[in-house]
C-alpha cells in the first residue's frame, strides 16, 4: 500500500489550515499574529474580545490535530504511518506551508493529536489545563503544565512504546515553541487570560 506513505504529507497540509487567520479574516478581527504574544491560536482570538470566534478555532485546531489521525487508522495503517501523521499534522500547525511557517504554539492540535489516540487521556490533559488556567490566568503556565503530565500519562495508557515518543516528540515541540512565554513567566511579564471580560 504505497498510498499510505502520503498520508503524513496529507496530515501536514491539513496541520497547516491555520484556524486563528481565517477566522480572525471571516470575523474581520486583528491578525493573531499581531496581537498579544503574536502567536495564530485560540488565546490570542480570545484577546480580540470575540469568545465566538476563538471558540471556533479552538475546535478548527482541535479537529486538524484529530482528522489526521483518525483518518490514518480507518485505513488500518502501521503504528509507524499514525505516528508520522500526528508528529505531521503538529508541524504543519507550527510551520503552516499556507502563512509563510508562521503558525501558532500546537495546544489545541496536540490536544487533538491525542483525542484520536487515546481519548481519556484528551479528558485529563483539558481537566488540568482549566484547573491550572483558572487558579492562576496563565494560558501558556496551563498548557506547559498540562502537556508535561501527558509524558507520564503516556507510559500508562499507551502499550506500544512507540507511541510513548510520539508524545515526547509532540510535548518536546509543544516547549519549543513557548520559549518565549516561559521567559516572560519567569520575568512575571507574561499576559493573563480572562474567561468573563
Known amino acids: 500500500m504505497v498510498y499510505q506513505y502520503f498520508l503524513p504529507v496529507i496530515a501536514y497540509l491539513i496541520g497547516s489550515i491555520s484556524s486563528a487567520i481565517i477566522v480572525s479574516k471571516l470575523f474581520r478581527l486583528n491578525d ?25 478555532t479552538l475546535i478548527g485546531d482541535v479537529l486538524k490535530g484529530a482528522i ?42 496536540c490536544l487533538g493529536i491525542f483525542t484520536a489516540l487515546m481519548p481519556i487521556m484528551a479528558v485529563i490533559i483539558i ?44 510535548v518536546a515541540l509543544l516547549m519549543l515553541k513557548h520559549r518565549d512565554n516561559i521567559e516572560r513567566l519567569k520575568s512575571g511579564t507574561e499576559r493573563k487570560i480572562s474567561f468573563t471580560g
Open 32 to 56: 493573531p499574529r499581531k496581537v498579544g504574544s503574536g502567536n495564530a491560536g485560540a488565546t490570542n482570538v480570545l484577546r480580540s474580545g470575540n469568545k465566538f470566534a476563538a471558540l471556533l
Open 68 to 109: 489526521p489521525v483518525w483518518l490514518t487508522q480507518s485505513y488500518g495503517t502501521s503504528d509507524g504511518i499514525i505516528g508520522l501523521c500526528a508528529l505531521a499534522a503538529l508541524l504543519g500547525h507550527i510551520f503552516p506551508v499556507y502563512f509563510s511557517f508562521d503558525g501558532g504554539k500546537g495546544v489545541a492540535t
Open 127 to 170: 481537566v488540568i489545563w482549566f484547573l491550572v488556567a483558572a487558579i492562576s490566568r496563565y494560558s501558556s503556565l496551563a498548557a506547559l503544565i498540562a502537556a508535561a503530565t501527558t509524558i507520564p500519562m503516556s507510559f500508562f495508557f499507551f502499550d506500544e512504546m512507540l507511541y510513548v515518543g510520539v508524545s515526547f516528540a509532540l
